[in-house]
């Protein structure tokens, strides 16, 4: 008996199987990536009523005081305190 003529009985329907963490996403080039920061820079701007390079200075002056916050947090606030003293008089 020729069982290759039975081939489409065990044929199961792919499905993709994601795990509950992944989702849909495209990839995009560099050029998009560029664009779509730009778009949403000019978008905040606008609803902070500021020009983009203000916005720029603010994001700026954001960051280092994230990063501030890391390092007490890191480190406690006395050895950062410390660090940066011993630094100063370094100079």
């Given at each position: 008996m020729d069982m290759d003529a039975f081939g489409d009985d065990f044929k199961v329907p792919q499905r993709i199987i994601r795990k509950a963490y992944e989702i849909d996403h495209e990839s995009l080039s560099q050029s998009a990536v560029e664009?779509?920061?730009a778009n949403d820079i000019e978008h905040i701007s606008g609803i902070f009523g500021v020009d983009v390079r203000t916005y720029h200075c603010f994001q700026c002056l954001?960051?280092?005081a994230l990063v501030a916050i890391i390092l007490i947090?890191?480190?406690g606030s006395t050895s950062v305190a410390a660090h940066?003293?011993?630094q100063r008089t370094a100079h």
């Open positions: 664009k779509l920061m954001l960051t280092a947090d890191k480190h940066g003293l011993e």
